[in-house]
């Protein structure tokens, strides 16, 4: 399916999306598409190499890449940080200060920043977080915290067993923003998220969830932030990290207190 057209006569700037994972993408489809739009430049960061230690994770990057580019996002605007920093799915935690400076480095010069999407703060996944942490608090230091937003993609609250929701944001992070997505949209994002074979198996939990979401729900759904938020934990009850003993909420705690007292 052919993607819509940017416009080209309103609100340049950045458009910046950050992701742990090649693949966390699917959960702002719409809103990449939206940016592009208003005719801005859409810049894509991955803060995890998205394999365990050791692998290649040029199969997912690839997979990525083209999504991307069926939204009209160009490679160059693709930036693997987490390839780049050696960082594995999973250990984002053990990697806070590299990635924080990363993140610093390449938009320490940029003035045209419009907007900033993060992973929500909900307890999903542990990179996740960590990354919503992360990026929170460099651009809150930097006054940029009302350009930030959050998006959900998936989390266990009051979800039992290993059972979880997918783009369901939690209350406790305020309330929604939200943005209808058309039936050709919904059509087009579907028939994407079947373009991540080396995730098949990941998939195959998530596709009928977000398949649920585009009949029965249909809109993109968008957050502010709040720096009091990453003290707190995401919601009551285990975690879904917790429960797939990903790590604790107390460890991605101590992480990231860790790392903000450097700071000060």
Known sequence: MPTDSPATDVDAGIALFLFAHQ???????????????RGRRVVC??????????????????????VL?????????????????DIPDGALQEHIPAAAAWLAAATGGWLDI???YLMAWEGGHPDHDVLHAIGLELFQRRGLSHLLRQFSLYNG?????????????????????ASPITWYRRLHFLSLCLRYPSQRVTWIGLFPFVLLHYVLNGRQELQAVSLQRI????????LYYEKRKFSTWEAVASRLAQWRATLD
């Open 23 to 37: 693949d966390d993408e699917f959960g702002v489809f719409q809103q990449i598409l939206i940016e592009r739009q």
């Open 114 to 116: 419009r907007s900033i």
């Open 45 to 66: 960061m991955y803060f995890t190499s998205g394999v365990r230690g050791g692998g290649d994770p040029g199969l997912r990057n690839g997979e990525s890449l083209r």
């Open 231 to 238: 003290s707190q934990r995401p919601h009551a009850g285990m």
């Open 69 to 85: 580019s069926a939204l009209g996002v160009p490679a160059a605007d693709v930036f693997f940080a987490g390839q780049l920093l």
């Open 157 to 177: 609250c009051n979800c039992p067993w290993q059972f979880f929701r997918v783009l369901s944001p939690l209350r406790a992070n305020g309330p929604s923003e």
